[in-house]
């Protein structure tokens, strides 16, 4: 169904041992139609040890169709519910800023973990504070291929949109949270910060 829409591959970010198992079982049997680029859940920290152990996988047994070679973290939350991590207060609601949902040290420490093991990290951050959190501890990592991702990156303070070039972060938007963050994009950040 997907394939009459044009779409032939996925990112899936944040599966764990019981999708991984359904996605290799497909593979082999082949009746994985679609190129799924799979991230393991960097919340588990049993499956990231297995993994680890194991080594990132860039083609399932060499069936074309499942890649499993990168981690996915969450920095922060959403604007909407002002759960995504700002430098300043949000607008319409003064003295809160968000929330961390990983410290930076915990989020450094998944990041050498990942390195180490030759993993691509992908971590959700939307607000200016979770992007810099986020791009402080790649930089501290030292990605070496240059491949790490921020998913969304809604919010980001003029300083550091060029850390990604300087950095080779990938920023990686979803088109789709313009338009559903449209209604209080301005109301969360204010006339000046939305700009």
Known sequence: AVHAQ???????????????????RLARQDRLQLRVHAMLDGSDAALL???????????FEQRGVLAVRAIKLYADGAL????????????????HRGLALITAENLAAACA??????????????????NR??????????????RWRIEHVQVLHRD?????????????????????????????????RVQ
């Open 6 to 24: 044009g779409i032939t591959a996925v990112h899936d970010a944040g599966v764990g041992a019981a999708e991984l198992e359904i996605y290799e």
């Open 49 to 59: 040890a297995g993994w680890y152990a194991r080594g990132p996988v860039p083609d």
């Open 80 to 95: 909407g519910s002002r759960g995504a991590l700002l430098l300043e207060d949000y607008a319409d609601e003064p003295a």
């Open 113 to 130: 973990g990942a390195r180490a093991a030759g993993f691509q990290v992908c971590t959700h951050a939307i607000g200016d504070g979770g």
């Open 133 to 146: 959190m986020v791009l402080d501890a790649y930089a501290a990592a030292g990605d070496p291929e240059g």
């Open 160 to 192: 550091d949109v060029v850390r990604f070039a300087e950095l080779g972060v990938i920023p990686s938007m979803q088109t789709q949270h313009q338009t559903s963050d449209m209604p209080w994009a301005e109301a969360r950040l204010g006339p000046v």
